[in-house]
């Protein structure tokens, strides 16, 4: 049984309505969305579910989980902290800002916090240059802005939201199926 | 600037709430439009007001309608909401602050070209300006602006938002089209031209957002009225997304034509610490980098001057480089963006952009030889002009300008 | 006709239709550029950009609409400011092309130092060196050194499995899309794509089991590089050492076009082996394609279980014995039965050997028959499709009717074919009683229930509905019909009723018009144009016979009753490749030769007769069944039997109504094919698609009403009682045969399994994977439950050719058997 189906009817309905009905694929991205913000991450079966809604491929649902940077493949901390380091943040110390966090929390760019509560992100522009440095978090599907940042008020409000979080759990729960191919989380490819 | 036509929300408090939105004028003329069902008005209108786009390439916009054929059905209108370009903030603000009036644009683009169905494509990190926008959609439904059969008439009118998922690439109009279908955002072989065979492959409409937000102000108050500002060939205002080492980096709207210095001086109140200024990105990460002559500074800030001083105008979004800057860092900087957003799909991008960060990176850690600042331009010039679409072409952009005016920035970075 | 474009290239003048693009229109003057990306049988992409060159166009006065001239009178040539990709750019009237000049060929060079950059270079251990685009492009185009680090060069694990049959190595991967654009355009299974972006991008599959499609194969030799391998040929042999030796695939009635690639080898001794099979070129039948069965199935023929020698029965035991012994046993046998001798024969044999089964039994004045359980034949030879007919020309206005069959499990390149006119505009008609992936193409369906064929053929002819109009009213109409969920008896009378429906709607003896079978073997339709007809009481004929001469058959195998009649026949001749529970029963057992070691020609569905001939030595002491059978004439008759399938094959010319008017020469001819894909040409380099073989002949129609045979009465529709079950046999593409399961396809056959809708596994409380006996007043067997949404309700599927004993649509009483839950095989649930 389709799972995500069973769970959000009235959801999926709406969606499919925006597109034509010959164009089912089109919903692959928001039926995405909605499976990523259960998990934090798209699972093989919420792949095939998808696949099953719309009348595509799981490769061809897989493959825009691939190509698209905002879309996991697999678990990770329960939020992902994405810094902006790109051309205008650089500009005004957004380099600096996420190496002083790096240390704060004992994690490259990339990884997981001990505690697997906190993923840390290097990304590209998030349209917000001039309130620099900033980060956005991702929490489940949830994305949310933090301008004008300094180390202290980010790991303060990582505090807060520990303890609103309840601490736990602290690497999201469902198994790790494993992807036939990994996710590249630079765009180029060097293994 | 005493009269916005865009930044409206800074002057009028709460325009975001469509009473204070509909107090203060919006929406005065969609009845009419839908009633008097004349869409031609509309695209004689826009065309007379020379207005271009927004969005990057400045092709003027009423001539894009009429490109869409009268045989093929149905149209599509697709709005532009993926900004991503480096140092770009300015949609966001207008979607944020002003909603009503892109949406009353984009409901305006859609019945001068007869659609019945638009789309917004948002970039994935507007995810919550995207749903913040299908409720202020929801509404419009309720109160009657938008659905079947809108005033009586025949016309109807739907409006969906679609959320992206971090793809710089989907900004590309193909790309972001593929997008929309579910498939990998890599940009289409034209022709096809979009508005012969764009969305789902029926004729289609994309502009950008700001653009679309400029069309109640042209059917309201008239072409004539539209070109009081800006110049001739680039008539209007446009929002400068001022960014970098500037005192106060924000958002303006200014006439097109308003020149570096105005905007750097007199808006930006000048360089961080009173520094020098050394260059300025008029177009982001995907421009050329003009040394600040004094020349550059007083130069008009519209299409046709700026791209006299070797960089497209783009979307305008203003990035300041000053003497504290090293190039070479800036260069790894824009190159690695793009390495990063290369969609894979042709060879001279998906291999020229994975080559030059190898390359600059290189030089950044000061282990590289003068060899590999030639190998860098000679990347660069091997994928000039081979790229499928303008990603590719972009990514050169600083690297060539920055190699031919600051090349000591990059030498100074060499193995001793 | 389309337009002509008249242009010129490297100055040179060319004259193609318009819609060419430049790289072809380059092509037919004799000037290479190179491609990557570009696939003439694939949409134009133009994302490699290795293709680029300088194009110039007419200046046209906006005013008048007309050239703008020069001083001198010339037109006025304008050139865009960038190079174009010849590959999606289309030919327009007075452009000026330049594909060879300093900015192209240094752009050339850019683009394929830019590829290698990111490539292994690892020619000296690649398959496809020696046959590789990128290697041949390089040395022709490219620059001999590059200027990147090494170090620095983009790495992947090697040896990436996409699934059993396919490899990916990603270094190697260009990332030319071709692979991707296959399964999606041609073979309409997207089961592999992208992953990642930029320089990441690599080709992964989610598909189970891995890359799961049944054309996967074609995918390794449109690669233009070595990244996809197929699993057999990988590390088997450098592409030079291959001999490439024409042949015909025999896994269905399509006929498809093949090469064996072999060499000789040290580890068989010195034997010359297959080392892969490749499509030859045929435009009218396969074009470039073949099915995963027709590449993989090959292997039996090395099988160490093949029969080597004659047998004899003695003392109740078969034993070895020597031809000479065997051939003399058997003639005595054959001579003392006389007229009582039943000679049964498959359509797994050639034209040859069954000329030759024919010629004994006439020598005797014994019976010649079919073993299908499909039939109509005789209609085909004279409503068949008409010579010359071409499924890739049909066009907007022609129909297709495709009755009661799978083709994308019954005949692959037959369903790619139809799909690709669906797509060019033809209407569509499928007809069957259960789901088909050619439904989605479809413009009219019409589905019934199994047992309603008739009612359904005659809504069809004579419903007056739109779907009934696209029929009957069609310009040009073709009807494919198969046996899904029939027998013998309802095929036989479907078919007359099809060429009833054709007659009397003109639709028959005319270019593009007739009727297509879809038999289960390769030759089924030889057989009939031969005369050799199948019988519908075979049970009772056998019984009844003094002796059995079986070749290319298993009726014990397939079918107690068949077992318990043969049992009753005097005595049994058998030849086969296999010790078949036929041949444990037999008195003589003759092994026989397999395709691949011996010539012989097959008539297609669409009546096409192709020779193929022997690619590799003969098994240990085996011979042709036209050999053996041709031995045996001589032997009872005292008269010469040619031993040359050539020979024979006149012989059949002379004898042989239809096959009148051609001789075994004209098989050999061939034509200029387009697209140009021979071992020359650059979108290929190696891939074996050279086809100076032959294309084929088609038969002439046996013309005239009043040629038609009589018609039969379609049986009764078994309607089973209160608790029994209804069960029809179905046809599969990997079904559990000896050929296909000795093979790297094993793990995809279908096992002895029964589906049913899971409404009816509820009802029954009956889990997927459960074992059910299944029983009738004849037989008792076991079969694995699957259960599949996708099928209609209140019928039990059962797949043909996995030994169950369904041949026709049978009630039958089904009951679970103790599950041993550890018991389930893999993959069905
Ligand atoms: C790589 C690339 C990125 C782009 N990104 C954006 C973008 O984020 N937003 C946008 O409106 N246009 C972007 N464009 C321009 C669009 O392709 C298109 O020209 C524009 O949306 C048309 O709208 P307009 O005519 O209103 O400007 C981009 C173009 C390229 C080549
Ligand atoms: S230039 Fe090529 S690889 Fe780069 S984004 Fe455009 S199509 Fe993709
Ligand atoms: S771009 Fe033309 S062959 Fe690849």
């Known amino acids: 049984m389709n799972q995500l189906l069973k769970k959000y009817p009235e959801e999926i309905k709406r969606i499919l309505a925006k597109y034509p009905t010959e164009q089912k694929q089109a919903a692959v991205m928001p039926l995405l969305h909605l499976a990523q913000g259960e998990i934090g991450f798209v699972s093989r079966t919420a792949m095939q579910e998808i696949a099953e809604i719309t009348g595509v491929t799981t490769t061809e649902v897989a493959s825009v989980v691939g190509f698209y940077t905002l879309f996991h493949d697999a678990p990770e901390g329960k939020i992902r902290l994405q810094v902006c380091t790109d051309v205008a943040c650089d500009l005004r110390g957004a380099k600096e800002y996420l190496a002083n966090l790096c240390q704060q929390l004992d994690a490259k760019p990339g990884e997981t916090s001990m505690d697997g509560f906190i993923t840390i992100e290097e990304v590209k522009c998030l349209a917000a240059c001039d309130r620099a440095p900033l980060f956005q978090s991702q929490i489940g599907n949830e994305l949310e802005y933090h301008e004008n940042q300094t180390p202290t008020r980010t790991m303060d409000w990582l505090r807060s939201m520990s303890a609103a979080l309840n601490g736990t759990p602290l690497r999201s729960s469902a198994s790790i199926e494993e992807a036939p191919a990994t996710k590249s989380t630079d765009g180029g490819g060097n293994e | 600037m005493s009269e916005f036509v865009l930044l409206r929300h800074r002057e009028i408090p709460g325009l975001n709430q469509l009473k204070t939105y509909v107090a203060n004028g919006g929406f005065s003329m969609w009845k009419k439009v839908v009633t008097s069902n004349k869409p031609e008005d509309l695209v004689r209108e826009v065309k007379a007001s020379g207005l271009r786009g927004r969005g990057g390439a400045g092709f003027p916009t009423g001539v894009k309608w009429s490109f869409l054929p009268n045989d093929i059905w149905p149209h599509y209108v697709v709005a532009n909401a993926d900004e991503s370009e480096p140092g770009t903030f300015k949609d966001r603000e207008l979607l944020e602050f002003n909603p009503y009036q892109f949406l009353e644009g984009l409901m305006l683009a859609s019945f001068a070209v007869q659609a019945n169905d638009a789309y917004i494509y948002f970039r994935g990190e507007f995810s919550q300006i995207a749903k913040k926008i299908d409720e202020r959609i929801a509404e419009l439904t309720t109160k009657g602006y938008l659905g079947d059969g809108l005033y009586a008439t025949s016309y109807s009118l739907r409006v969906h938002t679609h959320v992206g998922a971090g793809a710089y690439i989907c900004g590309e109009e193909t790309a972001l089209l593929e997008s929309i279908e579910g498939k990998l955002g890599q940009p289409r072989l034209r022709p096809p031209f979009p508005a012969l065979s764009g969305l789902f492959n029926k004729p289609t409409v994309i502009n950008n957002v700001e653009t679309l937000a400029n069309l109640p102000y042209i059917i309201e108050k008239g072409s004539d009225a539209f070109r009081r500002h800006g110049t001739d060939k680039s008539p209007g205002t446009k929002i400068f997304s001022l960014s970098g080492r500037v005192n106060k980096p924000g958002n303006y709207e200014l006439p097109l034509g308003t020149t570096f210095r105005e905007l750097i001086y007199k808006h930006g109140e000048g360089i961080i610490n009173g520094a020098t200024i050394k260059a300025i990105m008029p177009a982001g990460a995907s421009s050329t980098l003009i040394p600040a002559t004094e020349t550059a500074l007083d130069t008009p800030m519209d299409y046709e001057a700026t791209s006299a001083l070797g960089s497209p105008l783009g979307s305008a979004s203003v990035i300041i480089l000053d003497e504290t800057v090293n190039i070479s860092r800036l260069v790894n900087s824009t190159v690695h963006f793009f390495k990063h957003e290369s969609c894979g799909k042709c060879t001279p991008c998906r291999e020229g952009t994975y080559w030059m960060s190898h390359i600059t990176s290189r030089i950044e850690s000061g282990k590289a030889k003068k060899e590999d600042i030639d190998l860098l331009k000679v990347v660069a010039s091997q994928m000039q002009n081979k790229c499928l679409c303008a990603l590719g072409e972009f990514s050169i952009m600083a690297v060539m300008s920055g190699l031919q005016h600051f090349r000591a920035d990059f030498d100074a970075r060499l193995e001793s | ?829």
């Open chain 3, 1 to 829: 006709m389309e337009k002509q474009i008249t242009l010129t290239i490297d100055g040179r003048p060319v004259n193609v239709q318009e819609g060419t693009n430049i790289v072809d229109a380059a092509k037919t003057v004799g000037i290479t550029i190179p491609v990557f990306c570009h696939h003439p049988k694939l949409k134009p992409v133009g994302m490699c950009r290795v293709c680029l060159v300088d194009i110039g166009r007419p200046q046209i006065d906006r005013t008048t609409g007309t050239p703008i001239k020069n001083e001198d009178g010339t037109t006025r040539i304008v050139f865009g400011p960038k190079l174009e990709t010849a590959c999606s750019t289309p030919v327009s009237e007075g452009m000026v092309v330049w594909g060879a000049t300093e900015k192209v060929m240094t752009a050339r060079k850019e683009v394929i130092e830019f590829l290698l950059t990111s490539h292994p270079l690892d020619c000296p251990v690649c398959d496809k060196g020696g046959e590789c685009p990128l290697q041949n492009q390089t040395m022709l185009f490219g620059s001999p050194d590059s200027r990147f680090l090494l170090e620095e060069k983009s790495r992947a694990k090697k040896h990436y499995l996409l699934g059993d049959l396919i490899y990916l190595d990603r270094e190697r991967c260009i990332q030319c899309a071709r692979c991707v654009r296959f399964q999606e355009q041609v073979a309409d299974d997207a089961v592999i794509g992208f992953y990642n972006r930029g320089r990441a991008l690599e080709i992964a599959t989610f598909s189970e089991p891995g890359f799961d499609s049944i054309f996967s194969g074609n995918t390794t030799d449109i690669c233009p590089v070595g990244a996809l391998t197929t699993a057999d040929f990988r590390f088997g042999a450098r592409p030079w050492e291959l001999k490439h030796k024409p042949s015909i695939c025999t896994q269905c009635p399509v006929g498809c076009n093949i090469t064996y690639d072999v060499r000789r080898e040290a580890r068989s001794n010195g034997k010359t082996v297959i080392k892969r099979v490749m499509p030859r070129q045929n435009e009218e039948v396969n074009e470039i394609w073949i099915c995963d069965k027709g590449r993989f199935t090959y292997s039996y023929a090395e099988s160490s279980e093949r029969l080597s020698q004659p047998m004899i029965r003695k003392n109740g035991e078969l034993t070895s014995a020597s031809w000479e012994e065997a051939i003399t046993f058997a003639s005595e046998k054959i001579r003392a039965a006389g007229k009582n001798l039943l000679s049964l024969v498959s359509g797994r044999l050639s034209i040859e050997d069954l000329y030759a089964a024919k010629t004994l039994m006439a020598s005797t004045g014994g019976k010649t028959v079919l073993y299908s359980s499909m039939g109509g034949g005789e209609w085909v030879t004279r409503v068949g499709i008409a010579p010359g007919s071409d499924l890739a020309k049909l066009k907007k206005g022609s129909t297709i009717l495709v009755f009661a069959s799978d083709l994308h499990e019954e005949a692959p390149l037959w369903w790619l074919r139809v799909k690709q006119a669906a797509e060019r505009g033809i209407t569509l008609v499928v007809s069957n009683a259960r789901k088909t992936r050619l439904d989605k193409f479809a413009t009219h369906q019409l589905t019934y229930k199994y047992g309603d064929e008739e009612k359904a053929l005659r809504e069809i002819f004579e419903g007056g509905s739109e779907l009934s109009k696209s029929v009957t009213q069609a310009e040009n109409l073709v009807v494919f019909y198969g046996c899904d969920g029939m027998g013998l008896a309802q095929t036989t009378a479907l078919a007359g009723m099809f060429a009833e429906g054709l007659v009397k709607t003109s639709h028959f003896g005319r270019l593009n018009n007739g009727l297509i079978p879809v038999w289960p073997r390769a030759n089924d339709q030889g057989a009939f144009e031969l005369d050799i007809q199948p019988d519908l009481n075979l049970v009772e004929t056998m019984s009844a016979a003094m002796g059995v001469y079986i070749a290319g058959a298993d009726p014990a195998g397939d079918d107690p009753s068949l077992r318990e009649a043969m049992q009753r026949a005097g005595f049994v001749i058998v030849q086969d490749l296999f010790l078949t529970e036929t041949a444990k029963l037999a008195d003589v057992v003759f092994p026989v030769q397999a395709v691949m070691e011996r010539e012989g020609s097959l008539v297609s569905g669409e009546r096409r007769v192709q020779k193929f001939g022997a690619v590799i030595p003969a098994f240990k002491d085996t011979k042709a069944d036209f050999n053996i059978t041709g031995v045996l004439i001589e032997k009872v008759t005292g008269e010469k039997f040619p031993s040359n399938p050539a020979e024979i094959f006149d012989l059949v010319s002379q004898k042989e109504p239809v096959f009148q008017f051609f001789s075994h020469q004209k098989l050999g001819e061939t034509h200029e094919q387009w697209p140009l894909v021979g071992r020359n040409e650059i979108y290929y380099s190696g891939a074996g698609y050279d086809n100076s073989y032959g294309l084929g002949v088609t038969l002439p129609l046996i013309i005239g009403e009043s040629a038609l045979p009589k018609k039969t009465q379609m049986p009764e529709a078994v309607r089973p009682v209160k608790a029994q079950w209804l069960a029809v046999p179905v046809t599969k593409l990997y079904d559990n045969s000896k050929l296909t399961s000795m093979s790297l396809l094993l793990n995809r056959v279908s096992k002895k399994t029964l589906s049913m809708h899971p409404e009816d596994a509820e009802t029954l409380k009956i889990q997927s994977g459960a074992t059910v006996s299944l029983k009738n007043a004849a037989q008792e067997f076991d079969a694995q439950v699957k259960v599949d949404p996708n099928q209609p309700k209140g019928v039990l599927l059962i797949t043909r050719s996995s030994g169950m004993p369904v041949h026709m649509p049978l009630a039958v009483d089904l009951k679970e058997k103790e599950t041993d839950s550890l018991n389930t095989e893999r993959g069905l649930l």
